[in-house]
């Protein structure tokens, strides 16, 4: 019979415009959350991360928002390129010493040329 | 520097035998993470270790999973016997407390 896998949500996004991921974590007691990228073939790559403390932080044309109120986290890539095409996760921890991250299922971002 | 490091890279057997993956974690990490990654169940964690001791296996599916650290940079995922569901790509991360996670190339398992 035909496997089902995970529905993976697709955001296709044309080269140069700007390309905005998003995520609903679970845990309100989570303290501090990561973006990472992975490319196909590829182990998950750290992008950006934010702590609970904090609603926007920037990096090298990415950029973390982070509204605590409704649990979302969003992830801006400025000018979009070829290479910015992988999947994307978010991820979340507790904080407090405990280091188990929780994955989300993951955003794949096609660039198209 | 050198990242996280796994070996094989690819392993291709047969049910009923055992696998043996490996990882180094990056030098001074004293956190280290194997994960499963599936198309049916995305990424898994499967068991974490802080300073060479096990804190969480919860993830571990059953007891054919066993892993070990034997010291600060070398950890193994043992499947004894291993069955075709277990055909997944494991991933090893390390990591300082607090901190992201640095994941290694991942080992792509085949169970025939």
């Known amino acids: 019979g035909e496997s089902v896998g995970l529905h993976l949500p697709t955001l296709s996004v044309q080269e140069g415009d700007n390309s905005i991921i998003n995520c609903a974590y679970s845990?309100?007691?989570?303290?501090?959350f990561i973006w990472y990228k992975q490319e196909s073939g590829k182990g998950p790559q750290f992008i950006i991360d934010i702590r609970s403390n904090m609603d926007k932080r920037q990096g090298q044309r990415v950029t973390v928002l982070l509204n605590k109120t409704v649990k979302h986290l969003s992830l801006q890539i400025a000018a979009t390129q070829p290479g910015d095409s992988a999947v994307y996760f978010c991820a979340e921890n507790i904080g407090g010493g405990y280091q188990k991250v929780t994955f989300g299922t993951g955003t794949k971002l096609q660039v198209i040329p | 520097d050198a990242g996280v490091i796994q070996s094989p890279r690819h392993e291709v057997t047969e049910m009923g035998q055992e696998v043996t993956l490996r990882c180094k974690p990056i030098?001074?990490?004293?956190?280290l993470f194997w994960y499963r990654q599936t198309m049916m169940r995305g990424l898994e964690l499967l068991i974490y270790f802080n300073n060479n001791v096990p804190i969480d296996d919860s993830g571990m599916p059953e007891d054919r999973f066993s892993a070990k650290m034997p010291n600060a940079s070398f950890s193994t995922l043992k499947i004894q016997p291993s069955e075709p569901r277990d055909s997944a790509v494991y991933f090893c991360?390390?990591?300082?407390?607090?901190?992201?996670?640095?994941f290694g190339p991942g080992t792509r398992l085949t169970v025939l």
């Open positions: 991360a390390s990591t300082l407390p607090g901190t992201k996670q640095f």
């Open positions: 845990n309100s007691a989570s303290d501090y």
């Open positions: 030098s001074g990490h004293n956190s």
